[in-house]
């Protein structure tokens, strides 16, 4: 049978604190996990929540999926009650998809301390749940929640919970790590026992990472040949997340040599960097193979082997996962260093110009600089050393008020002036502090010349005092992640004034965005 990605980051992704999608922001990442080409979409739990009533409803007029089929989520009837009037089965069904994932409790332990039934109903909910379904024309997988945990506290009650599934005709069986504490040495020896219980039965896994093996995991249940693996993009979910896709997709294509996806590979980074952004969180850079540090290097011994040989530092060649090498570097770092990170900005630089720069490197992080965070204003820093010249803008001037009235809230004011292709541009920004006032006033000015600034975003702001003992008069060092859809880089200022430091990180920050798209 061939191998699915059922992915939940619209419903058990989306549990994850910090995250709360719009009907919009849900079909968006619909849209990007289709062109990834996974099997299967779980839209979000119908019934439950409005928002997800209404998704299910927009998707069948709005989405139009190439690789993916959405399923609906929904838990068995009610204790004591009938399929047929459960609302939550009826809604369910109203949300009018092929394919409905239906969970249902196979811990005993759950059954009776949580239900409140005895074990015999918490059997007959399952059976009569899928039957139901099935008898709607519905496929059916089944979540055995709490699978592992239910295994081994009472195997035969969990396994009861499957075969009634099986018999209301669920076509998978997928076993659940609800809780997320169960080893993969543990989850096998469970999963030989359902194979040998139902031997025709497809299954599925779907797991939480609460003690960091849901990956490993999900790939060593592949291995015994589970067919259907669930999780979410970047690793999304309750807790500490659940089964972490943009991982488990390339482990299984370039690892196991198993296809995962209908795709294209190379989509991998960039969908899960545009996920990232829809989500508003900033991904991790430490994410293996999308993450932004997941194929950097720090230039130092091995750079000009590195260059030459990448393959011997890499365990795979990043553009397969749409991921690059970098280099960072620092003061530690040498000619070759210099010259293959200007290489990798698709600048020359011979080994004379490369002195300079690594001198000027030093000067610059022994005033407080610090590029290894910074690469957009490194690039910036070789460009200018080639001649080049940032002609985007100019700064003319820019005056920042930051009012606070009693009973008031307190607020800033930026207003900006700069040329633009010799046009003197005034403009007005207010925000909750002073960066973010001046952030949208040098956008609102750019705007007209460079539609693309919208596209940028300022998703990561950091400031650190570098001479402590100077007090309040220390100079400051702020480093500015932006990204735009598919990047993100990074640009610092150091100044005495928090504002000045702050104005030089943001518009190294836009020149590098407009430089990228070629302005
Ligand atoms: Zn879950």
Not at 17 to 40: C, H, P, Q
Not at 135 to 145: H, I, L, Q, S, T
Not at 192 to 217: K, N, S, Y
Not at 460 to 488: F, H, K, M, N, P
Request: proline share 2%; glycine share 10%.
């Amino acid at each position: 049978m061939e191998l699915e990605i059922y992915d939940t980051t619209l419903r058990d992704g989306s549990q994850q604190e910090g995250i709360s999608l719009t009907v919009n922001d849900k079909l968006r990442v619909a849209g990007l996990l289709d062109d990834l080409g996974v099997a299967y979409i779980e839209g979000g739990w119908p019934g439950a929540n409005l928002k997800d009533t209404e998704f299910f409803r927009r998707a069948a007029a709005e989405l139009d999926l190439r690789h993916a089929r959405l399923a609906a989520f929904g838990s068995t009837r009610r204790p004591g009650g009938r399929a047929a009037t459960d609302d939550q089965l009826v809604a369910l069904l109203d949300a009018g998809t092929e394919h409905v994932c239906i969970v249902g409790k196979s811990w005993d332990y759950h059954v009776s301390q949580a239900l409140r039934v005895d074990l015999d109903e918490g059997v007959r909910m399952v059976g009569e749940s899928v039957e139901f379904l099935t008898g709607k024309g519905r496929r059916v997988f089944f979540d055995a929640e709490h699978f592992f945990d239910g295994y081994k506290s009472d195997s035969e009650f969990a396994l009861a919970t499957l075969s009634a599934a099986l018999d209301g005709g669920a076509e998978r069986l997928v076993l659940c790590d609800t809780n997320g504490g169960t080893l993969p040495q543990d989850i096998l020896r469970a999963i030989a026992a359902v194979q040998h219980r139902f031997p025709d039965a497809a299954l599925g896994v779907h797991f939480h990472d609460d003690i960091g093996t849901a990956v490993a995991a999900s790939l060593a249940a592949v291995d015994v040949g589970v067919s259907q693996v669930q999780g979410c993009i970047n690793g999304y979910g309750e807790r500490t997340g659940n089964a972490n896709l943009s991982t488990l997709i390339p482990d299984l294509q370039l690892k196991m040599g198993r296809k995962a996806i209908t795709g294209d590979l190379d989509l991998l980074s960039p969908i899960s960097h545009h996920i990232a952004e829809i989500v508003n969180l900033t991904l991790n850079p430490h994410q293996p193979y999308v993450g932004a540090s997941a194929f950097t290097h720090k230039a130092g011994l091995h750079t000009s082997a590195l260059a030459r040989r990448p393959d011997a530092y890499e365990h795979e060649n990043p553009v397969r996962v749409g991921n690059r090498t970098r280099m960072v570097v620092s003061e530690l770092a040498g000619k070759a260093a210099v010259i293959s990170k200007a290489a990798e900005m698709g600048l020359e630089v011979d080994d004379d110009l490369a002195r300079l720069v690594v001198d000027r490197v030093k000067e610059m992080e022994h005033e407080g600089y610090h590029f290894e965070a910074a690469d957009g204003s490194f690039e910036l820093l070789v460009r200018g050393m080639t001649g080049w010249e940032n002609s985007f803008f100019n700064l003319e001037s820019f005056r920042v008020v930051t009012d606070r009235r009693a009973g008031e809230e307190v607020a800033s004011e930026a207003t900006i002036k700069l040329t633009v292709d010799g046009e003197l541009k005034v403009s007005i920004g207010e925000g909750v502090g002073p960066v973010h006032a001046l952030d949208k006033a040098v956008r609102a000015a750019l705007a007209g010349r460079y539609p693309h600034v919208a596209d940028l975003r300022l998703t990561d702001y950091r400031v650190r005092v570098l001479d402590s003992q100077d007090g309040t008069s220390a100079r400051v060092r702020v480093l500015i992640e932006t990204s735009d859809l598919t990047s993100s880089w990074g640009t610092i200022g150091v100044h005495e004034n928090v504002i000045e430091a702050s104005w030089r990180a943001l518009s190294d920050g836009i020149v590098v965005g407009l430089l990228k798209t070629g302005a």
